[in-house]
């Protein structure tokens, strides 16, 4: 298995232009969300989602669009890219149920200016 | 809303050694807690899954253990290693008798010195 898959792993963007970060796993999981880090304010959640067709906000989901029409995929859009999402970005994915802890993907280093 | 607190925020020691990371959080009601390790740019690697019902889970020199009761877990790493330099992250799970959402501690900058 691949787990979760996290694309492109780098991205520079100018103010004002949109984006999507993809993210995909194959282990048939329920839950995924999307987190950002950042220096001095370790991981927040942006989005999470717990099944197909159903997602919901996180702590810090301003500037921030998502959706989920498969199980595999769930990316996360930026509609108008600002200095403030300059950022480490993860996806991370995890099922349902006692005994299932999250499978985080590599992440991707986003810079915009 | 649950907050998660690491101590130390970093730590150096010598090889061999063992030591102790701690993690407190002010919500007892979580569906488990999980520790991980982030090394330097990279991704987080999923260490110890400890459910709310478990005092302790191990994992080769490593030993995680739950205290829900008081709000805090402790990490365990024996005979610690120059390859054990890494930031440990705590995260606790909770919401609604499920696990969608993780929040995390900031993390412990662990170095282990040669």
């Known amino acids: 298995n691949a787990g979760v898959t996290q694309t492109p792993k780098f991205q520079v963007l100018k103010t004002g232009q949109s984006m999507t970060l993809q993210c995909a796993q194959d282990?048939?999981?329920?839950?995924m969300s999307w987190y950002r880090q950042d220096p001095g304010m370790g991981l927040r959640l942006i989005h999470y989602?717990?099944?197909?067709?159903i997602t919901d906000q996180g702590e810090v989901p301003n500037g921030y669009n998502v959706s989920r029409s498969t199980t595999e995929d769930f990316p996360l859009r930026l509609l108008s890219a600002a200095p403030s999402q300059t950022s480490v970005y993860f996806c991370?994915?995890?099922?349902w149920g006692v005994g299932y802890g999250y499978t985080f993907g590599s992440g991707t280093r986003l810079t915009v200016v | 809303k649950q907050e998660v607190t690491q101590i130390p925020a970093a730590l150096s020691v010598p090889e061999g050694e063992n030591l102790v990371l701690n993690c407190s959080f002010t919500?007892?009601?979580?569906?488990?807690l999980q520790w991980f390790r982030q090394d330097p740019g990279k991704g987080l690697t999923s260490l110890l899954l400890?459910?709310?019902?478990?005092r302790e889970q191990t994992s080769g020199r490593l030993n995680a253990s739950l205290d829900k009761s008081s709000g805090r877990s402790t990490l365990y790493i024996a005979a610690s290693q120059p390859g054990d330099s890494a930031t440990y992250l705590c995260?606790?799970?909770?919401?609604?008798?499920?696990?969608?959402?993780?929040?995390f501690g900031k993390g412990t900058l662990l170095t282990v010195n040669p």
């Open positions: 995260a606790v799970g909770n919401s609604g008798g499920s696990n969608y959402k993780l929040t």
């Open positions: 919500d007892s009601a979580i569906y488990n």
């Open positions: 400890i459910q709310s019902s478990q």
């Open positions: 282990m048939n999981h329920e839950y």
């Open positions: 989602s717990v099944g197909a067709g």
């Open positions: 991370a994915s995890n099922k």
